[in-house]
């Protein structure tokens, strides 16, 4: 099962592309499938914060590699109750 999130930008990638699951994506179409900037994915694999592959001198992108590059950096939401408890012993 997938998240809204992912299966959101499956489906507008799938518009332009045919089963995008199964092949591997360049800088630019990673850049794009995350919407962010191309010089982004660049630094994401410079820093190695992003599983990636080398074909020859290219550098490709599996789908699910940039599905869990996304779902690792979740935040998830805190509640005022929450800060109270974490604060308290806290001088």
Do not use: C, N, Q, W
């Amino acid at each position: 099962m997938t998240t809204p999130v992912t299966s959101t930008r499956l489906r507008h990638f799938k518009a332009k592309e045919k089963d995008i699951t199964s092949r591997y994506l360049s800088v630019a179409e990673a850049a794009e499938y995350l919407s962010t900037s191309v010089r982004f994915v660049r630094r994401l694999v410079a820093e190695r914060r992003v599983a990636f592959h080398k074909v020859g001198k290219f550098v490709r992108f599996a789908v699910a590699d940039l599905d869990a590059f996304v779902a690792a950096g979740r935040v998830e939401p805190v509640s005022i109750s929450d800060v109270r408890r974490a604060m308290k012993g806290v001088a």
